[in-house]
């Protein structure tokens, strides 16, 4: 089966003021969408077709060799952007609870001590990326950020453990409302993370 866009959890304006809805629409159904088209072409006659998005990006280097950029960067697309989604939400915002909680306060010393180091991380990516929080093994939580469209499930990249957070900084992401100003962005991010679904995919 080809990938099809999921639907979002929420209108393209539920995420006003923060994210606008003109965004919303055109980076759901252009570019995410865009990433599905051509992952699915790419992935057409190889071993790894009709499997899980999240599994293929793990299992690259088993595709020809011509396949694997386009695989790595819209595969990657399309993962990310799956994931983005869904750790956003209206009246959402706000500190997380429970397990979560606990964890972001053991690696970070405290909420705001994430809030720092996770806009820093996605402030200093240069060019196109994304910030992630991700889980470890051990449940230990871990700030990276990637280039391009790649994720940290992706061997090699520099970040390692489960993206449970995901924050888009492709200029796409924010140019409309926010042209140069990424870290307005990024702080506006904090007032739309929905901490119930990042604490879901914390527990696994
Ligand atoms: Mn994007």
Redesign the pocket.
């Known amino acids: 089966m080809a990938y099809t866009l999921p639907e979002l959890p929420y209108g393209y304006d539920a995420l006003e003021p923060y994210i606008d809805a003109r965004t919303m629409e055109i980076?759901h159904t252009k570019?995410h969408q865009a990433y599905i088209t051509k992952v699915n072409d790419a992935l057409q006659g190889t071993v790894l077709e009709g499997i899980d998005i999240l599994q293929v990006i793990q299992r690259i280097d088993e595709l020809p060799a011509e396949k694997q950029t386009a695989v790595r960067n819209n595969g990657g697309g399309h993962a990310n952007?799956s994931l983005f989604w869904q750790i956003m939400g209206p009246k959402a915002g706000g500190v997380p609870a429970g397990e979560l909680a606990e964890a972001i306060n053991d690696a970070f010393g405290g909420f705001e001590a994430f809030k720092t180091e996770f806009s820093n991380a996605a402030a200093t990516r240069f060019g196109s990326g994304w910030a992630w929080l991700c889980r470890h093994a051990d449940g230990e939580v871990k700030i990276c950020s990637t280039p391009n469209q790649d994720n940290p499930l992706m061997s090699g990249v520099g970040c390692e453990g489960i993206p449970i957070l995901g924050l888009?900084v492709?200029e796409?992401?924010y140019y409309l409302n926010y042209q140069n100003r990424r870290p307005d962005y990024i702080n506006a991010f904090f007032s739309v993370i929905n901490w119930e679904k990042v604490a879901e995919n914390y527990a696994g």
């Open positions: 980076h570019h952007h888009d492709w796409h992401a």
